[in-house]
């Protein structure tokens, strides 16, 4: 299984990106995916997840980025609004074979399978 993350770029401070995550395996389903970043000498953190069709997010995005999924496109995306200098980082996305609690979402050893990642740059 690969995930293949894609839709980062530059974008002005306030403005709006969306990230996308393609799962290769078509008949692979996964009852949650996540999405982390990480900026250049920081741990990789926890964005947002979706749980079924539930997202669920860290305080610091909330009001502002929308995880959704298309099943049959086996996809999930990350939709930014409102975009802040700190949220200049590395995006990866991830996928749990098994449906983990709510709990369990923000850690990343919940997840079995992570994408490359994709740069997200936002200029102030």
């Known amino acids: 299984v690969q995930l293949q993350a894609s839709g980062g770029g530059l974008v002005q401070a306030g403005g709006s990106l969306r990230v996308s995550c393609a799962i290769s395996e078509r008949t692979f389903s996964s009852c949650a995916m996540g999405w982390f970043r990480q900026s250049p000498g920081k741990d990789r953190e926890y964005v947002a997840a979706i749980r079924w069709n539930v997202g669920y997010y860290t305080d610091s995005v909330k009001g502002r980025f929308t995880i959704s999924r298309d099943s049959g496109k086996n996809t999930v995306y990350l939709q930014m609004n409102s975009l802040k200098p700190e949220d200049a980082a590395v995006y990866y996305c991830?996928?749990?074979?098994?449906?983990?609690?709510?709990?369990?979402?923000?850690?990343?050893?919940?997840?079995?399978?992570w994408g490359h990642g994709t740069q997200v740059t936002v200029s102030s």
């Open positions: 991830a996928a749990s074979v098994n449906c983990p609690i709510t709990s369990r979402l923000p850690n990343l050893g919940t997840y079995d399978y």
